[in-house]
C-alpha cells in the first residue's frame, strides 16, 4: 500500500506561517512528483504546488507564488510546504499525492497515493 500520511495544518492568524510535511509510506519520495493540493469547505480540490524530479522543477499555483516554497526531505522522505503570510483563503484541506512528472494540469484525478490531509485555518 502506498500513501502520504500529511502533518502540521494548524489554526493561525492572517500573516504567519506554517510548515507542512508528507511522509510517503511504501515507496520512495526521489523517484516521483510531489504535488500538495488544498480542499476548502464547499469547493472543488485545487492544485496549489508541484515538485518535480529533479527538485528544481517546481510549480505554483498563482495566489501562492512568492508566499508558498515546495520542497522534497529525502533524508525523512517527505515532502515539505512552507507557507508564509497566509491569507483567509489558503484556509482548507492540504493534501499530498504523487505523479511521475508535474507537467500538464492539476488534475487530481491524475494523481495517486493521497494522504487523510492535515487541516490548515487561516483566520483573524
Known amino acids: 500500500q502506498v500513501y502520504f500520511e500529511e502533518s502540521g495544518g494548524g489554526s493561525v492568524q492572517p500573516g504567519s506561517s506554517l510548515r507542512l510535511s508528507c511522509t510517503a509510506r511504501g515507496f520512495t519520495v526521489d523517484h516521483w512528483a510531489i504535488a500538495w493540493f488544498r480542499q476548502a469547505p464547499g469547493r472543488e480540490r485545487e492544485g496549489v504546488s508541484c515538485i518535480g524530479t529533479p527538485s528544481y522543477n517546481t510549480f505554483y499555483k498563482d495566489s501562492v507564488k512568492g508566499r508558498f516554497t515546495i520542497s522534497r526531505d529525502s533524508a525523512m522522505n517527505a515532502g515539505v510546504l512552507q507557507m508564509d503570510n497566509l491569507k483567509p483563503e489558503d484556509t482548507g484541506i492540504y493534501y499530498c499525492?504523487?505523479?511521475?512528472?508535474?507537467?500538464?494540469?492539476?488534475?487530481?484525478?491524475?494523481?495517486?497515493?493521497w494522504g487523510q490531509g492535515t487541516p490548515v485555518t487561516v483566520s483573524s
Open positions: 499525492a504523487r505523479k511521475s512528472y508535474c507537467g500538464g494540469n492539476f488534475d487530481p484525478a491524475d494523481f495517486r497515493a
